[in-house]
């Protein structure tokens, strides 16, 4: 989660403990302890402020007492003290890691949340919801971004791929890292070492983003890998060919999907108020930033799409030469430049427009996961170990 600074506080969310509120000087001004909701990789949504208050989506997969319902939630509290000023419950969702954004059209405020399966709109004044649109993966990450009249959500298909159809070859490459025996084929005996089916096949075996969790060791483990054999290995002949395989990477996975959503909809408006749709080169993590009436995403691979916000055509798809690996921080503008920074510390800058230039690139010497601040004359990027200043010159 990142924290929240206003003219007067810092206001911070810990998943591990609940809100916390300080002065400029650092002397805490108040506490609200929140129990922490159960998340399958543990909470990233971050607070908002809308007027007098902070805004905090809780989405959840715990239950509430003796229901099948979720104990999902969103909560504004008084930015003054800490103190409840209304909740909204969301029984129907799951938990997600994105962080909700305001959206004030027609002489109305919206809260606009992308949970899991939906993107949904809550009247600001009353806490009912206007709204809502689904085809959205299990997983959702990405901010709701507004521009041109319309809110933009997205979200990779489950597992980080950004494509409908995702190539194969890297996917099938990972599984072969394990191939003892050099025979281009898979059996039980080479699953080991952390191995399990991958979905990020750029990260690292044993990493717990690479693939489907599975318990660390024991017999539940074994068991799970003895299923997963036989899942792939239709011919049940002790192996996974890379043709079983590719036969079975588009499992329940979901579809990437960035969507763009009109102003004034009510109830399921995924027919009705979707201006447009796209399935190609969404990113997992990152969120998209809008800029005179265009889209900007990148995604891991140091893949950038700039979209036509008019009607979702590609005005260019290009790749970030020299940058390429993960990208978890979000691209973010200053003078009409694009500033975006790779997992591996690769800052690339791109001139926003109709036309792709790379204009200049530095490397920082550390990763980076999070989005780069701005202020009026500098940028900064919080590294592994340093954070570092860049200045406008005078």
Partial sequence: PTPLVDGDRVYVYFGSFGLLCYDHDGNQQWQKPIPTPKSLYGMATSPIAHREHLILVLDNDANLPDSKLS?????????????TAWEIPRPFHRSGWSVPTIWEHDG?????????????????????????????????????????????????????????TPEPAPFWDAVMQVDKNSDGKLQRDEMTAGFTFPLRPELPIGHPGFGIPLPKQGPQREKRLDG????????????????????????????????????GGKGDVSESHVGWQSH???????????????????????????????????????????????YSASPVIADGNLYLVSGLGVISVVPAGD???????????????????????????????YLWAFRRAE
């Avoid at 690139?361 to 170990?385: H, M």
């Fill in 280 to 326: 190609r080169g969404i990113p997992e993590i990152p969120s998209p930033i809008y800029c005179d009436e265009r889209l900007y995403l990148v995604r891991k691979g140091g893949l950038i799409n700039a979209i036509d916000t008019a009607d979702g055509t590609v005005v260019y798809r290009e790749r970030l030469a020299d940058a390429p690996g993960q």
């Fill in 228 to 263: 997963m054999l036989g899942w792939i290995d239709k011919d049940r002949d002790g192996f996974w060919t890379r043709e079983e395989f590719v036969a079975n990477m588009t499992g329940n996975r979901g579809r990437p999907l960035l969507m763009a959503i009109l102003p």
């Fill in 71 to 83: 104990q999902s939630k969103i909560i504004a509290v008084k930015k003054k003290d800490g103190e």
């Fill in 355 to 385: 036309e792709f230039e790379l204009a200049h690139q530095y490397a920082l010497g550390e990763g980076v996961q999070v989005t780069p601040a701005i202020d009026a004359d500098t940028i900064y990027f919080r590294g592994e170990k």
């Fill in 108 to 164: 109305v405020s919206e809260l606009v949340v992308l949970g899991n399966g939906q993107v949904s709109g809550y009247d600001m004044s009353s806490g009912t919801q206007n709204w809502f649109a689904g085809g959205f993966s299990r997983e959702t990450i990405a901010l709701p971004v507004v521009g041109d009249g319309k809110i933009y959500a997205s979200a990779a298909m489950l597992g980080g791929s950004g494509d409908e």
